[in-house]
């Protein structure tokens, strides 16, 4: 999304514009795992550089950060990756731009690996992109993964039997009116 600013210190986008692709911009309806329409491929740029939303502007993946080994940039790891904040819990985000590509990457398996044991570690991919309710996966430290599609969660242990979890009543309902609200504004057009 910063592909020609100058300003990033020792790095800058370069040639990826993986994140125009891989993450949704709200101003610009723009769903996750759509191309922006205002991605120049020719130029490998923004076409509306100058007025991109603010989002954009802000937007730092954690490889622009410096918190990737340089080799790893997003369009050479075919996902981006972000360090995030919900509530009081870090995660590290990875958005596979396309289905089964984190599964077929051994970078992408040593990154997860080495942040999974001081926090929590969620896949997600770009299927079915209109569904706010899409399953992902959660490693944990010691091996523990979990595989969560809907309110249910299946718990994966070394050496223990496979557990399937339901959300609690409360949480449930919760989680259905989050993914209402996350439906009508995908639906809804740009202001
Ligand atoms: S507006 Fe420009 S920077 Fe923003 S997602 Fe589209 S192409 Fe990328
Ligand atoms: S994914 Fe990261 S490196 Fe690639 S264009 Fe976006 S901010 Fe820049």
């Not at 100058?6 to 795992?33: F, H, I, P, T």
Request: charged share 30%.
């Amino acid at each position: 999304m910063n592909q020609v600013d100058a300003d990033q210190g020792v790095r800058n986008c370069g040639d990826c514009s993986l994140c125009c692709q891989v993450l949704r911009v709200d101003e610009l309806a723009k769903l996750g795992g759509v191309p922006c329409i205002h991605q120049d491929v020719g130029a490998k740029g923004c076409s509306i550089h100058p007025s991109r939303p603010k989002i954009c502007r802000a937007y730092r993946c954690l490889w622009l950060s410096g918190g990737l080994a340089e080799p790893d940039r997003p369009d050479r790891l075919g996902a981006v990756l972000d360090v995030v904040a919900q509530g009081p819990v870090v995660r590290l985000e990875i958005r596979e731009s396309r289905p089964g590509l984190f599964e077929a990457s051994e970078r992408l398996a040593a990154i997860a690996e080495e942040y999974r044991s001081s926090m929590p570690v969620r896949i997600t991919d770009v299927g079915n992109v209109l569904d706010p309710d899409r399953s992902y996966r959660l490693l944990l430290p010691e091996g523990e993964e979990h595989r969560v599609a809907g309110d249910w969660t299946e718990v994966h242990k070394p050496g223990r039997p496979l557990e399937r979890r339901r959300l609690p009543w409360l949480e449930r309902t919760v989680r259905r009116l989050v993914l209402r609200l996350r439906r009508y504004r995908l639906a809804a057009p740009p202001s």
